[in-house]
């Protein structure tokens, strides 16, 4: 391969990998935005699953998708090296 094939080779990898980082960090960024958000919902809801049998299927549906969540962060980071 000639020296100016491999050059834009590189240029065209190196931004590949520049649009991939940046896309797994909006990908984390929503990741932990949502983490915040079912946090604060399962604290909310975290009384009434005593109680109320509607209540504790959604406080249990929010723990199974923290725990996704949770997943996706560790993924995300683990890519962005951070």
């Known amino acids: 391969m000639k020296p100016d094939g491999v ?5 065209d990898l190196s931004a590949l990998q520049a649009r991939t980082d940046a896309d797994e960090r909006k990908i ?4 932990e935005k949502r983490h915040d958000d079912l946090q ?3 604290h909310a809801t975290k ?3 005593v109680l109320d049998e ?3 299927s959604r406080y ?7 725990g996704q969540v949770s997943i996706v962060i560790a993924k995300a980071r683990e890519a962005l090296g951070v």
């Open 54 to 56: 509607g209540a504790a």
């Open 60 to 66: 249990l549906a929010m723990t199974e998708e923290l």
């Open 40 to 42: 604060a919902q399962m």
């Open 28 to 31: 984390l960024a929503a990741a």
């Open 47 to 49: 009384k009434d699953a």
């Open 7 to 11: 050059r834009s080779q590189l240029a």
